[in-house]
């Protein structure tokens, strides 16, 4: 009971000091190498390898931290309040390009992973790579898939959006705050709202409603979807 005490105590306290220092030298020097949950990410898996320490042991070790996934996603109901009058005056546009992005999401990493010949354990969670965290291991858990993997595409998913987005708005010439925002919140939903706000505060209420509503979208779509690939035997 002891060991399993001091291991949790010092696989959390590891995580959360590695990730402090993360944020505070990401403040300093604003690159996308230096993204907190890149770095923290990087270095934990570093210290699994080094360590010797099983995944599932420091998964067990850190999982009460995951609890502050669905506070922090409610958290971003704030800015979108104060952007209230911007999200009515903009509400059919959009929801049209939110719900378009969410569906697209879906049906592009379904029909790419059947293009390379992945069976559905690995279907699955790739369907939910676009949507939060928390929403992403429930709709799983529906399914009774890939949770641990589910949480590692979304991941993936969002790391990359706030990586190459930059480099994406140029070559697509997005450059309004709103088109960036339902970018961010459709394809790199909580870590691509967070790079949202670094940029003003509309456009990160843009990108929170754009996850709100795509994490409903794939809520419905892909456990529907799911039902319908069963039925015809897939």
Not at 178 to 196: C, L, Q
Request: glycine share 8%; proline share 3%.
């Amino acid at each position: 009971m002891l060991n399993n005490l001091t291991t949790t105590l010092a696989a959390s306290g590891a995580t959360l000091i590695v990730f402090l220092a993360a944020v505070a030298l990401y403040k300093r020097k604003k690159t996308l190498l230096f993204l907190p949950l890149l770095v923290t990410t990087a270095i934990s898996v570093l210290f699994l390898l080094l360590s010797g320490i099983t995944y599932q042991h420091y998964q067990e070790a850190v999982s009460w931290i995951s609890s502050f996934l669905g506070p922090a996603v409610v958290a971003l109901a704030i800015p979108l309040y104060r952007q209230l009058p911007l999200i009515k005056k903009y509400f059919r546009p959009l929801i049209i390009s939110i719900t378009t992005g969410a569906l697209f999401g879906v049906a592009s990493g379904f029909m790419l992973g059947a293009l390379v010949g992945l069976k559905m354990a690995f279907l699955q969670p790739l369907l939910t790579k676009s949507v939060t965290a928390p929403v992403a291991m429930d709709i799983m858990a529906l399914l009774n898939g890939n949770i641990t993997l589910a949480a590692i595409l979304v991941t993936i998913a969002g790391l990359t959006g706030a990586i190459v987005s930059g480099t994406l708005f140029k070559w697509t010439h997005i450059s309004h705050f709103i088109g960036k925002g339902v970018a961010f919140g459709a394809g790199a939903h909580a870590i691509g709202t967070a790079k949202a706000l670094e940029h003003s505060e509309a456009e990160g209420a843009i990108s929170s409603i754009s996850m709100i509503v795509c994490a409903i979208i794939v809520s419905i779509a892909v456990p529907v979807g799911g039902t319908v690939l069963l039925t015809i035997g897939w």
